[in-house]
């Protein structure tokens, strides 16, 4: 069975850093590309960045620059570094993984974490 | 504002049939998804590649496409089905994935 356990987040000042982390199981983490996607309360949802198998890895423009998103082949784990964080950046945040090597549509997801950007 | 256009929101009474739209000119080059979400809930991937239904989602999803336009069709809604739905695809790099505004489905 595919569980992703999203964590790592909380509250945080604005122009602060955060990571989120996401543990994969139930699949063999390194053949398939995993994606962060973002949903604002009360609103839809928001594609973040995507990391294929091989790492080629791919950013919204509203979050270039600023997020960093990685992986732990070895330790079935998925990392979202969060930099300069502005309070629009206030949202849950899912981890997903794909359904291929590439990018191609999050077929399960985690249970998200909650991003709160707030002085 | 999304690339993908959809209504947001729609009723249906239960039992009966509802289609929902997704309209975007990406969609004549890149296939749709659907995702279905209840309060509270992460997402759940119920139409992938225009029409395809994922293992465990209930025949009555179904997925179309014409031109520029990808409906979502639940032939015989049940209560369980009242929730938001979103479609899926990517923007015109092919890179980066994009969703639609979403729509609030009601089962009267």
């Known amino acids: 069975e595919v569980q992703l356990v999203d964590s790592g987040g909380g509250l945080v000042q604005p122009g602060g850093s955060l990571r989120l982390s996401c543990a994969a199981s139930g699949f063999t983490f390194s053949n398939y590309a995993m994606t962060w996607v973002r949903q604002a309360p009360g609103k839809g949802l928001e594609w973040v960045s995507t990391i294929s198998g091989g790492g080629s890895t791919y950013y919204a423009d509203s979050v270039k620059g600023r997020f960093t998103i990685s992986r732990d082949n070895s330790k079935n784990t998925l990392y979202l570094q969060m930099n300069s964080l502005r309070p629009e950046d206030t949202a849950i945040y899912y981890c997903a993984k794909d359904r291929g090597w590439q990018s191609e549509v999050p077929d399960y997801w985690g249970q998200g974490t909650l991003v709160t950007v707030s002085s | 504002s999304s690339e993908l256009t959809q209504d947001p929101a729609v009723s249906v009474a239960l039992g009966q049939t509802v289609r929902i739209t997704c309209q975007g000119d990406?969609?004549?080059?890149?296939?749709a998804s659907w995702f279905q979400q209840k309060p509270g809930q992460a997402p759940v991937l119920v139409i992938y590649g225009n029409n395809n239904r994922p293992s465990g989602i209930p025949d009555r999803f179904s997925g179309s496409y014409s031109g520029n336009t990808a409906s979502l069709t639940i032939t015989g809604a049940q209560a369980e089905d009242e929730a938001d739905y979103y479609c899926?695809?990517?923007?015109?790099?092919?890179?980066?994935?994009?969703f639609g505004g979403g729509t609030k489905l009601t089962v009267l």
């Open positions: 899926n695809s990517r923007d015109s790099s092919g890179n980066h994935l994009v």
């Open positions: 990406r969609l004549r080059s890149y296939y």
